[in-house]
């Protein structure tokens, strides 16, 4: 185990809807990235929190939007939700002074209908 | 051109097998170099990190060409437990800082 944890596992939502999604990082760990992986594809990235600060962003529309708290945890919200955001969210966590190898927790799975 | 080239599979083969994957990446400023394992509907997990000189964890090997761009991973002895999709993962520099960007992935299937 990684030790990273994300809530929900499961969730459904309606298009139009509004979604949170909870991770929390791996002891000692201060920077949480975000992905999104549709079926069939490898994550695509999301963002980068690094001591709660936005630190990197990938070609997601500004209703795909984040948080990181003092604890490190992280949230991803995305407003509006469409059919296409449908897709396993997953969180990775990388400590600092530990190299760049990230670590995923178990993702949570969106269905937008 | 994709960031991130993988040859999707499947790569179906017998117990026993030596297996290799390939992936090609664009970027010639990638500082870092990975590959992860994901089991159906699950979460990716490290596999081995990539480097210059090569490098082997048991039955795997991990080999980096900077100067062709590529990132091998060989799979000796194949296992049924092997049967899973991996992930080459680069480490590229994106507006002032660097994110992982990954392959779409090769599945494999070690058949008894």
């Known amino acids: 185990e990684t030790g990273v944890t994300q809530s929900p596992t499961h969730l459904i939502k309606t298009r139009g809807q509004q979604v949170t999604l909870r991770c929390s990082s791996q002891?000692?760990?201060?920077?949480v990235s975000w992905y999104q992986q549709a079926l069939g594809q490898g994550p695509q990235f999301i963002f980068q929190y690094y001591r709660e600060e936005e630190n990197g962003r990938g070609n997601f529309p500004p209703r795909f939007s984040g948080l990181q708290f003092p604890n490190y945890s992280s949230e991803l919200n995305v407003n509006a939700l469409e059919l296409d955001d449908s897709a396993l969210y997953l969180c990775?966590?990388?400590?600092?002074?530990?190299?760049?190898?990230?670590?995923f927790g178990p993702g949570t799975r969106l269905t937008v209908t | 051109r994709k960031e991130v080239e993988q040859d999707p599979g499947p790569f179906n083969v017998p117990e026993g097998a030596t297996v290799a994957f390939n992936c090609t990446y664009s970027?010639?400023?990638?500082?870092?170099f990975f590959w992860y394992r994901q089991d159906c509907r699950k979460e990716p997990k490290l596999l081995m990190s990539?480097?210059?000189s090569g490098n082997e964890d048991g039955r795997f090997t991990a080999q980096l060409n900077r100067a062709s761009q590529y990132i091998s991973l060989l799979i000796r002895d194949s296992k049924l437990s092997d049967s899973a999709t991996y992930l080459c993962?680069?480490?590229?520099?994106?507006?002032?800082?660097?994110?992982?960007?990954f392959g779409t992935g090769t599945r494999l299937k070690v058949l008894a």
């Open positions: 970027n010639s400023a990638s500082q870092s």
């Open positions: 993962v680069v480490n590229t520099p994106t507006s002032g800082t660097y994110k992982y960007i």
């Open positions: 990775a966590s990388m400590g600092a002074g530990q190299g760049d190898e990230q670590y």
């Open positions: 002891s000692g760990h201060n920077t």
């Open positions: 990539v480097y210059s």
